[in-house]
C-alpha cells in the first residue's frame, strides 16, 4: 500500500522555524515528483513546492527564500525546512506524489495530478 | 500565470446532477485534474486528465474541458458527495501546480 506520513507540525512563534518531515512507504521518494501542498484554515489548497527526482526544486512565490524542500533517499523521505514564519503560513501541510512525474536520461517529465496525499499535520503560527 | 475561477458553492437534490465550473484563459489547451475533498481528510483525486477516472472512483464522476472552462459532472448525486471540490493544471511555464478556487457542492 503506497501510504504518505507526514510530522513534525506544532505552534510556533513568529519569525521561528520547524522542519517538517513525510516518511514515504510503497514509493520511492527519490523517483518521483514529490510536494508540499497547504490549506489554511477554511481557505482553499495552495501548492508550497515540488522536488523532481534529479533534485530539481520550484517554490511558490508566498514562501520562495523563507522554505527548502529536500529529501532523504537513504530513509525514503521528504522534509519541509520553514524559516521566517509568518501567520499567514498557518495551514495544514499536505505531502503529495505526482501521478506520473519522473526523471530519465537527463529530462524530466510531470507535472500533472496528484495521486496520493498524506493525512497533513497542523502548523500554527501565533505569538 | 494559470488563475483558475470555481463557483464558491453549488446545490443539488440527490438523484440529480451536479455540474462544477472551472474557468480559465484557454485552460483546453491544459490537462485539468479534480480533487475531492471532505471535512478533516485530505484531497482525493476524482478525475485526472480532464476525463479519467482513478480505480475506485465512481463512474457518476465524469469531466469534460473546452475553451476556457472545463467542467467535472456528478451524476445521480448521493449524500455522501458532499464536499468540496478542487480543479488544477500543470503551469508548465513556471513549473508549478495550480489549483483552483474551489467549490462546496452540497447535497439538499
Known amino acids: 500500500e503506497v501510504q504518505l506520513v507526514e510530522s513534525g507540525g506544532g505552534l510556533i512563534q513568529p519569525g521561528g522555524s520547524l522542519r517538517l518531515s513525510c516518511a514515504a512507504s510503497?514509493?520511492?521518494?527519490?523517483?518521483?515528483?514529490m510536494s508540499w501542498v497547504r490549506q489554511a484554515p477554511g481557505k482553499g489548497l495552495e501548492w508550497v513546492s515540488v522536488i523532481y527526482g534529479d533534485g530539481t526544486t520550484y517554490y511558490a512565490d508566498s514562501v520562495k527564500g523563507r522554505f527548502t524542500i529536500s529529501r532523504d533517499n537513504s530513509k525514503n523521505t521528504l522534509s519541509l525546512q520553514m524559516n521566517s514564519l509568518r501567520a499567514e503560513d498557518t495551514a495544514v501541510y499536505y505531502c503529495a506524489r505526482d501521478r506520473i512525474g519522473y526523471c530519465s536520461g537527463g529530462r524530466c517529465f510531470g507535472g500533472d495530478a496528484i495521486d496520493v496525499w498524506g493525512q497533513g499535520t497542523q502548523v500554527t503560527v501565533s505569538s | 500565470s494559470h488563475v483558475l475561477t470555481q463557483p464558491p458553492s453549488v446545490s443539488v437534490a440527490p438523484g440529480q446532477t451536479a455540474k462544477i465550473a472551472c474557468g480559465g484563459n484557454?485552460?483546453?489547451?491544459?490537462?485539468v485534474h479534480w480533487y475531492q475533498q471532505k471535512p478533516g481528510q485530505a484531497p482525493v483525486l476524482v478525475v485526472y486528465?480532464?476525463?479519467d477516472r482513478p480505480s475506485g472512483i465512481p463512474e457518476r464522476f465524469s469531466g469534460s474541458n473546452s475553451g476556457n472552462t472545463a467542467t467535472l459532472t456528478i451524476s445521480g448525486v448521493v449524500a455522501g458527495d458532499e464536499a468540496d471540490y478542487y480543479c488544477?493544471?500543470?503551469?508548465?511555464?513556471?513549473?508549478?501546480?495550480?489549483f483552483g478556487t474551489g467549490t462546496k457542492v452540497t447535497v439538499l
Open positions: 486528465d480532464d476525463s
Open positions: 510503497g514509493l520511492i521518494v527519490s523517483s518521483n515528483y
Open positions: 484557454n485552460i483546453g489547451r491544459d490537462s
Open positions: 488544477q493544471v500543470w503551469d508548465s511555464s513556471s513549473e508549478h501546480y495550480v
